[in-house]
């Protein structure tokens, strides 16, 4: 299996720019999480879905930021506009939680940068 | 605030010896799990205590739960350079349907050669 897939890897964006985000997690997973990482905050999560419906999006600091879920292979994290303070590495994660497994497998993150 | 705090920050050993981070937590939890992250990389899965366990093995790593003290404690044995990386714990409070980690901020662990 490739592992949960995200891209790009690189993102350097000026503030105010529209950023998507995207995630490919691993097929059969159930759960997909968004979380950002930063040294001040630590890992944040975000929002998480199970079977494509968001469950708890309690994280999303603010208005700029929406997630959605279309079908069980890909995930978006939207950022408009975005500000310097949302620069920081986002992590997309998947679990497969009905098989009764509890860990989360993590992509490699999108390291964001807005100037 | 937190749910789970690692504690030290930062820990730095000779190859060959024994590390040992420590976590603490707020609430009642189903589950424990520790993650490691090397620089640059995503958390990788390390292992998971259920909270009617007391201690689990895994290889050169050792993770205790005490319910009664709302810690963890996580033991890498005969420590490599390769083992260089933060180390977070993550608990699992959640009730119902609902499933959702809480992390912590991590311990960096340096192991030299």
């Known amino acids: 299996d490739a592992g949960v897939i995200q891209s790009p890897r690189h993102e350097v964006t000026e503030m105010g720019q529209e950023v998507t985000l995207r995630c490919k997690p691993i097929?059969?997973?159930?759960?997909l999480f968004w979380y950002r990482q930063t040294m001040m905050r630590g890992l944040e999560l975000l929002i998480y879905?199970?079977?494509?419906?968001?469950?708890?999006d309690s994280g999303m600091p603010e208005d700029r930021f929406s997630a959605k879920m279309p079908n069980a292979s890909f995930s978006t994290l939207k950022i408009q506009p975005s500000e310097p303070r949302d620069s920081a590495v986002y992590f997309c994660?998947?679990?497969?939680?009905?098989?009764?497994?509890?860990?989360?497998?993590f992509g490699p993150g999108t390291r964001l940068t807005v100037t | 605030s937190q749910q789970g705090e690692e504690d030290p920050q930062a820990l730095s050993i000779q190859e060959g010896e024994n590390a040992t981070m420590n976590c603490s937590y707020k609430?009642?939890?189903?589950?424990l799990q520790w993650y490691r992250q090397n620089s640059g990389r995503g958390l990788v899965h390390l292992i998971l205590?259920?909270?009617?366990?007391r201690e689990k093995h895994s290889g050169r790593l050792r993770v205790t739960l005490d319910t009664s003290k709302k810690s963890s404690s996580l033991l890498i044995t005969a420590s490599r350079a390769a083992d260089t990386a933060s180390y977070f714990c993550?608990?699992?409070?959640?009730?119902?349907?609902?499933?959702?980690?809480?992390f912590g901020k991590g311990t960096l662990l340096t192991v030299n050669p």
């Open positions: 994660a998947s679990s497969f939680r009905a098989g009764g497994h509890y860990e989360q497998y």
């Open positions: 097929s059969g997973h159930d759960y």
């Open positions: 879905f199970n079977n494509n419906v968001p469950i708890d």
């Open positions: 609430t009642s939890i189903n589950n």
């Open positions: 205590i259920r909270s009617n366990e």
């Open positions: 993550a608990t699992d409070a959640s009730g119902g349907s609902n499933y959702k980690l809480t």
